[in-house]
């Protein structure tokens, strides 16, 4: 992609408005925290109290509506604590220019590098340089640090207590969370009717892995819907693969055929039903035209073989996702062990080692995330010179446009800064307008104010423009509670904001971090994790008495971590104005295409797995020792453009099927499995048409 599309692009991704699902209610509470705290320090205290005592409450608010599985006031207090240290260093050090320089490129630095813990962290480190950067404009004794670092935290406090007194919907992000799942689960089963090949997004079984995982205190007040459905929704995936699938399941055509599809589509009611039930918390509404469809038919149709096997399996698994939807689960643990156990997440000290190892993992030169810091810090760096050597007046907001548009990669960047600036031109006109021609007193410019943020709060999701006209008019109508000029207000903030938006994109095209090259690496990463996922399998096959599903399990979700780190680096690589080296596009999408057959079919075995008293397999067993041996060099010959060698899994392959036949899930599984490897090799090897298909088998 050219420069000129790439900008392009990103400027229409900035100013895009979408449509989402709004939470008016969870607004207007962030709103009331912003209001209160406004209000008392305008009752107890000063117009400049207020002023700065409300970015506390306004930062605390809007952490809380980030995608985490926190509690809601723990998210809040923990960006109460930060800012509040970031403030009253800030202070410390205002005095001193070259002091707070250090301070501010050193803090931004370490900010920067919080990213390695999550986007969460990343946003709340974010937020503690804009409040640092505030800071340069207020007095800067000692005791009047203590005081304003106070008043930030009081902001994050009175957040954090309106959401313990007024909760809305609890438990609602994991609700969605898991409803989510199942109805792509629903859609899922739908698309298989007429498609058996049909791609799945694992990206929704993943979020609700995530929102399941809880302290033990959460465990125990955990509502019953949400303690068993989970598991039989990461159950219910495979063996709807594998009923839909022609060479494992039904076959393409007849009779068998039209019965797999009326079980697949009753499949998708329940599922959908259920859905709804966790959604809303209500009992289960099963459709009848579904119930009969799941019923086995004394005549007509009937399935055979593993595709009889699946339905079975299919309806076992429907019915336990309908009564652990339905029944009490017991949330306290009964003598002699726990009954429901759940998916431990470690509490926030004890996440103080994992955060400081995903740092020293990030903190080296060819990480983006380290790059991305050395960026932002030498960035917000320029910006507090220049804004303070301009004759503008808040010289700070430019440095803090840069680190707010500033991201890891290269779409959001850009993006970002578009969105800041045009919506900040939006806002600041609009606000300007009305206290030109109203000229509001303090109360109702607090009024204003805390209505816009209320407006940002809700309309947040539906863009980063919205939301940054929103910010700007608040801070219009802020400053105008300190009685600050409106005209000097929009002058500056506009030309400040261009600025700090221009430092951060020229810094960006000087200094980049580009995903494209790096594509290879992660396909490697890819074929790697898929490959434990069908060693884990075919292992499973060929010893069947020393089956370990947790096995299974852990290379299954490292196999969809890896693909989930392949599909967001592809996304990046696509906005940036990179040519390809490496992979081009059409290779890069025919590698997905051959990684997603080759993890498919490994799912499709895994939905049959033989119980412990079954016979082993030698030829599955000889097939998995051949891939093991060649997955390590297919994956070096992914990094480096060399020629993949399946040869030694071939052979294992085709005297497998010498020795049983075309007969059997496991066999058949693994001629799939090879299949999509030869894919791979053919869309990775050189030139522009690659091998002939038709050549690759024996």
Known sequence: MTWSSALRETARAGLTVERTKLTPLVAVRGAAGVAIVIGLML?????????????????????T?????????????????????????????AADHVLFATLLTVWTLLAGMAWAAGPVSGLVATQTIAVMLVTVTLPTSLLGALEHAGLIAFGGLVQAALIVLLP????????????????????????LRHDPMARFDPQPLMDAREAAELTPRQARNRPRQLAGPRGVAESIRPVLASLADPVLGAPAEGPERDRARDLLAAAGAVLDAVARAIRWGKPVRLPAEAMAALEVPASGPMLKGPARRSAYRLISLLSDAVDATDEPVR??????????????????????????????????????????????????????????????????????????VMRPDFGQTYSRGVARFAGTVVGVLLAGALVAVAHPGEWVNAGLAVLCIGLMYLLMRTGYSVASACIAAYVVFLLGIAGGSWSQTVQARVA?????????????ALFPTWETPR??????????????????????????????????????????????????????ALTEP?????????????????????????????????????????????????????????????????????????????AWQAEVGDEGVAVRGADLLMDALDDLAEALSPGPGGRNRATRRP
């Open 496 to 508: 400040l904001t261009l600025l700090g938006g221009l430092l951060a994109m020229a810094a960006y």
């Open 519 to 572: 594509l290879r690496d992660r396909l490697a990463d890819w074929l790697t994790a898929n490959g434990r996922y069908s060693l884990a399998v075919l292992k499973a096959f060929g010893s069947p008495s020393e089956r370990r599903p947790r096995r299974v399990r852990e290379a299954l979700l490292a196999s969809r971590s890896a693909r989930t780190a392949w599909d967001e680096a592809a996304a990046r």
């Open 168 to 191: 809305i919907r609890p438990w609602g992000a994991q609700r969605d969370a898991l409803a989510d799942a199942l109805a792509a689960e629903a859609d899922y089963a739908r698309r």
């Open 65 to 93: 509506f980030q995608r985490s599985w926190r509690p809601r006031p723990v998210l809040a207090l923990a960006v109460a604590v930060g800012l509040a240290i970031s403030t009253f260093l800030g202070y410390v050090a």
């Open 331 to 404: 949330t306290t643990p009964p003598r002699g062990g726990q009954e429901h156990p759940h998916l431990p997440r470690p509490s926030v000290p004890r996440l103080a080692p994992l955060v400081l190892s995903a740092v020293r993992r990030e903190a080296r030169w060819s990480s983006p995330v380290g790059r991305h810091a050395v960026r932002t810090a030498v960035v917000v760096l320029a910006g507090y010179v220049l804004g303070t050597a301009l004759p503008l007046g808040h010289g700070y907001w430019a440095p803090m446009t840069s680190v707010m």
């Open 578 to 654: 990179v040519r390809h080296r490496g992979l081009s596009r059409t290779k890069e999408r025919a590698a997905d295409a051959a990684l997603a057959t080759m993890g498919r079919a490994t799912m499709l075995m895994e939905a049959h797995l033989p119980d412990r008293d079954a016979e082993p397999s030698k030829g599955a067993e000889a097939f998995a020792a051949a891939l093991q041996e060649a997955l390590p060099a297919a994956a070096a010959a992914v990094r480096e453009r060399g020629p993949l060698d399946w040869t030694g899994p071939r052979a294992a392959l085709t």
């Open 43 to 63: 009752w107890l205290g000063n117009p400049t109290l207020a002023v700065s005592s409300a970015f506390g409450a306004f930062a605390s608010g809007l952490a």
